[in-house]
Each structure stands twice: as C-alpha cells, then as structure tokens.
DNA sequence: GCGACAG
DNA sequence: ATCTTGTCGC
C-alpha cells in the first residue's frame, strides 16, 4: 500500500473544481471503440472514506477480461482531498485513485470506474476525468441514476433503456440481471457506449454489479480499515 | 427560494 | 459513502 499526498494545486473551492471540469472537459475522446470485450486487462478502481479520521482509502484490481482472474491489486490511503458535492466526486476520489494506479505492477488495460463518465451536468464525470488524467479508456458504472430520466429496460439479463437528459442520451439503464435493478453505464474516455454496455455484461456474468468494481469496493474496504488516522506518522511517514 | 443530487 | 439485524433464496 502507499500514502498519497493531496496535490499542492488541488482546488479548494466548488468554483474552482467546475473551472477545472470546464477545462478539461475538450480532452475527452469519443471517437474510438476501445478494446474487444473478453480480451486484454480490464481494472476496477473503488474509494472508501472515514470522514470522522478524514481517511481515504483507494483500490485498484486488475482482472483478465476473458477469465476475470485477479492478475494484480493495489492500495492507496491518504487524507480526504474535497468534500462531497453532487457533481464534484472526482475531486474528492481522484488522488488516491492515481496513486492507486500507479503502484500497479502491470498496465491496467481498461479502467471500469463506479460513478459516470459523459453522463454529468457538465459531461466529465469522474470516468472522464481519470480517462483524460490517464490516458485510458474508461467507462463508468453507477448504481443509481444521479439526475438522469430513464425507463424501465425489459427485464431479461442485457436489456437496456437510454439514460436521457432531456432529449440527449447520455448513458444507459443496462439489466444485468434478469429483472434485478439495472445499472447505469456511461461512456468515460476512448470507448463507445455500445462498447462500455458490452463490457460492462461480460463483467457481471453473475451478479449486478461488474466484477471489476465488487472486487475494487472490497479490497479499499479492507485498506480503509487498516489505515492509521489522518496526522499519524507511522515509521517516518509523513501524514501532517 | 426549495428540493434533488454519482460516491 | 456510511450507519445497521435478520431474513429470504439460490
């Protein structure tokens, strides 16, 4: 695991962050496929917070995409960067992600984040947002459908319903089991929403939510609760 | 102005 | 996100 310090020029105010999506919001690519479904390395990255100690605590898990075996995994733990604000959850995930990221051994192929990409008041989710800080392709899996309108997909397992935000599709409403709640997938940075739902079903082959982000949520769980307070140097770590 | 609102 | 017991079902 690694401890992550928040960037110096991290921004403080909400007008400052929606300065910044404003920004780099031009740096999202959506004219490419991305990679096949079933191939390569897909990773899951999660956060889990302990606002009382101000303890973030991030993961990322990279599965082969055809066998969804766990090739490699890391942990970061820092001090929580921004606090929650609809809008505005890449600011507070963000640092710890990258730190996450970069402790990898292996590169992580696609980045499946839990949250949206293109589906945001200001189309830069926190999937687009690790997507143009990375340089990956990304896609976003929520579990609920933030601010968007949708109707009930058909309920056999791959069934989908656009994600609208008045008339403008923005993501999709995707079945991933057979009359169980859908998920909310959205297009993140260099991969199409066909793709991103394509994805995202041979992800969750038996549960709703995508192996990549059950296995991400439950290892940051496991680093937060092993994290020391915010403040508390530990063999010459810094945290104040 | 009020309520809603990814995690 | 997080606080939380038992319970129904594969």
């Not at 996450?100 to 192929?109: E, M, Q, S, V, Y």
């Not at 409403?173 to 940075?189: D, I, M, Q, W, Y």
Request: hydrophobic residues 40%.
């Amino acid at each position: 695991m690694t401890t992550v310090r928040t960037p110096a020029d991290w921004p403080v105010t909400e007008e400052e962050a929606r300065a910044v999506q404003d920004r780099l919001r031009t740096r999202v690519v959506r004219d490419e496929p991305g990679p096949p479904p079933g191939t390569g390395r897909v990773t899951g990255v999660d956060v889990a917070y302990d606002d009382e100690r101000d303890v973030v605590a991030a993961a990322a898990v990279v599965l082969d995409a055809a066998t969804l075996d766990v090739v490699a995994e890391s942990t970061a733990v820092g001090r929580v960067p921004f606090p929650y604000v609809p809008g505005l959850l890449a600011f507070r995930e963000i640092p710890a992600v990258l730190a996450a990221l970069d402790a990898l051994p292996c590169p992580p192929g696609l980045l499946v984040c839990d949250g949206y990409g293109l589906a945001h008041p200001r189309r830069f989710g926190l999937a687009s947002h690790l997507g143009v800080l990375t340089g990956l392709p990304t896609i976003g899996v929520a579990k609920n459908p933030f601010t968007f309108t949708h109707e009930e997909p058909d309920p056999p397992r791959g069934s989908s319903s656009p994600l609208l935000a008045g008339s403008e599709e923005v993501g999709r409403a995707l079945r991933t089991r057979h009359a169980v709640k859908p998920v909310f997938v959205s297009v993140g940075h260099r991969v199409s929403l066909d793709n991103a739902c394509a994805h995202t079903l041979a992800l969750a082959p038996r549960y709703r939510l995508p192996e990549t982000t059950r296995r991400a949520d439950a290892l940051c769980r496991r680093a937060l609760a092993g994290a020391a307070p915010a403040g508390h140097s530990v063999r010459g770590e810094c945290g104040a």
